[in-house]
């Protein structure tokens, strides 16, 4: 009889700690990429720098257009600006500064959703800057 009651509550007590363990692992986030790249060469206005924000935080810089300018890149890719963020809408805006005393010419806004394990793919191109 005291071995049943003691197996009983070792099991008892197994399940409960078991159970406990489970409840404290967080939920795993789901994410996706984003690439940003840029086509501003045709500025022709000096040394090219595009400051990226994401939702009003600034993510990175591009400072290299991406080549050839026919094509479109993965995430990841050089000269690109790749980011990972939970799944969700996020509102983007880049701005466009020229030359070596970097004078904001211009900037890109727009809203992007990021899906789970999915790349993203924005692009700035010159020709639909909006003048600063």
């Not at 795993?28 to 790249?37: A, D, L, P, S, Y």
């Not at 086509?39 to 994401?54: R, Y």
Request: glycine share 6%; with cysteine.
């Amino acid at each position: 009889m005291k071995t049943r009651t003691m197996n009983y509550i070792i099991l008892s007590l197994f399940f409960i700690m078991s159970t406990l363990q489970s409840c404290d692992k967080e939920p795993e986030t789901q994410t996706g990429e984003i690439v940003f790249w840029k086509f501003t060469d045709m500025l022709n206005c000096g040394p090219i720098e595009v400051k990226v924000s994401l939702n009003s935080n600034k993510i990175g810089t591009l400072n290299i257009d991406f080549q050839p300018y026919d094509s479109i890149p993965d995430c990841g890719a050089e000269n690109c600006l790749t980011v990972n963020k939970p799944i969700g809408e996020y509102n983007y805006k880049a701005e466009c500064y020229c030359g070596t005393n970097k004078n904001l010419i211009g900037y890109w806004t727009g809203t992007l959703n990021v899906k789970q394990d999915s790349c993203t793919k924005i692009f700035f191109d010159y020709n639909e800057i909006t003048k600063q």
